[in-house]
């Protein structure tokens, strides 16, 4: 993904003058062969809008976005349509993007259904991607609300697999379940990205949810990548102060560790009428002149890339 931007238009009234809201601004990133790389931020950061583009489900207002060296965003509807198949979402409540009126072996025919798999394949096809997932063939003829959230959320991954994608992008898909359910979920998906040799965009608020499962991760702040690399670099000496502020807030396990909690002060400012310079100065406690008039440049440091003028 290079520079990928996404402007909205927001006008309010007839009689105001047209605004934007920036919800991407900037962003690059690259995702490997069966890597799974973390998005990361505050709600309103633009990290499903980010996902959302790389499907095209939201059209990208600039950028570039490169699957095997092909520019998808110049794809038509007819082509784009057609690599749906490798690249493929999970939804924080799949409930929401599912027909309740559906069993699940109508609800997994669709995919295969709409990208024209001999119908002589589908009965197969359900079942052993039912099993991948760790459901069965009992459940066939089953309805989503006779699901637990964990249960529903299989049968989204299932729906998101089921044509054998390259990536999968999964927005915020453990946010809604218990605690002991996120982490079966999140054993599933690494046992999966094995088998199918998946890579993962795994949207989040929560580094702590990433944390286990990542290989990489790229921190956003108000439509912007401030700091992206390897996570063994970025959790042993995170450098952007917001990337210290997420980190300082994931509980420990060990009470007997002492940490400090960064405590951000300030609420996240409103994306259409986002900060000058470096748009984290309101609530950066090594805020100066400068972070305030001039926006910081992404740069290669110690390892990783970080947008931030301490650094320079
Ligand atoms: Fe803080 Fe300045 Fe760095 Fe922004 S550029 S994060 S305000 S030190
Ligand atoms: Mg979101």
Known sequence: VRDLEKRFRAQKSFFQAKQYV???????????????????GESGC??????????????????EILFQGRDITKLSKVEMNKLRKEIQMVFQDPMESMNPKLTIREILSEPLIAHKIPKAQHVELI??????????????????????????????????I???????VLDEPVSALDVSVQSQILNLLQDLQEELGLSYIFISHDLGVVQHIVH???????????????????????LHPY?????SAIPKSDPDEV?????????????????????FHPRCMYATDTCRSAKPEMREVEGRKVACHLYN
């Open 22 to 40: 920036h919800a991407v601004n900037g962003v690059s990133l690259e995702l490997n062969d069966k890597e799974t790389i973390g998005i990361v």
């Open 46 to 63: 633009g990290k499903s809008t980010t996902g959302r583009c790389l499907l095209r489900l939201i059209e990208p207002t600039k950028g």
């Open 127 to 160: 079942v052993k991607t039912l099993d991948l997932v760790g459901l069965s063939e009992k459940h066939l003829f089953r309805y989503p609300h006779e699901f637990s959230g964990g249960q529903r959320q299989r049968i989204g991954i299932a729906r998101a």
């Open 162 to 168: 089921i044509l054998r994608p390259k990536i999968v």
């Open 216 to 238: 990489r991760i790229g921190v956003m702040y108000l439509g912007e990548m401030v700091e992206i690399g390897e996570k063994e670099k970025i959790f042993d000496k995170p």
């Open 243 to 247: 990337t210290q502020a997420l980190i």
């Open 259 to 279: 940490k400090e909690r960064i405590i951000l002060t300030g609420e996240l400012p409103s994306p259409s009428n986002p900060p000058s310079g470096c748009k």
